[in-house]
């Protein structure tokens, strides 16, 4: 499989946003490593078995399960302890494993900033694929300019999944994508900007870069706990009209 090329990236604070609970929170981070690309049509069909039919572009019309399925795939591939078991569909991060996976929201953001405090770390006509391009498919990776960690394309040309769940009271299992797309204008390609989808869900524009770090806790890591979510999810009373019921 062609190299999935890592940078380390060192600790430091990030500051996070959700707008629908009207809440911001500082996380702080410990060093781990993350993909300077997205993941590529090649690299996702070679170790798949599938054909790659633009090899340097994304791999898109991934689902988060899949990109998960795709960490652990590599893992194993490179003789790692895999990140993730599963049963059935619910999936367990084990923290301390130290093989590929999913960024976390903290991480993805912390990584994408680069030391940048607005929504994006330089003009987005030289380091972004968005609509202003006027492209109707992804772009190869590394065509626009990298940030100072030196990562291409965390904004614009796909989004990328994460591993944290957006909003349990209201989506239920959908997961964050991150970064906006190559079909987007500006307002959605910010370092901020938060979507996300069923963990099934597949679209044109959604890909995903890998992570590696492990961390000495559980159920816990780098913004992320699983008490957190079941605290997220507890809403008293009815849910609101137009919310996912939860399962």
Known sequence: MDDL??????GGTVTLHDARRKVRWSVELEPFEIG???VTQAQLG???GETAT???????????LRAIRFCNAASEWEGLDPAYTFDGEDVTWHVDDDGYRLPTEAEWEFACRAGSTGPHYGPLAEIAWTSADGVRTPQ???GRLPNLNGLFDTLGNVWEWCWDLLDPARYDDYR???GGGFADDAWSVRASTRRGGAPRMHHEDVGFRVARGGFD??????GWSAQADLE????PGPLPPGWTPRR
């Open 140 to 142: 190869p990776v590394g």
């Open 217 to 222: 806790a559980t159920d816990a890591a780098q």
């Open 5 to 10: 090329e890592l940078a380390r990236i060192e």
């Open 54 to 64: 633009h090899p340097r572009r994304p791999a898109t019309e991934v689902s988060w």
């Open 36 to 38: 300077v690309y997205p």
């Open 46 to 48: 070679e170790l798949l």
């Open 232 to 235: 997220r999810a507890d809403v």
């Open 176 to 178: 964050v994508f991150r």
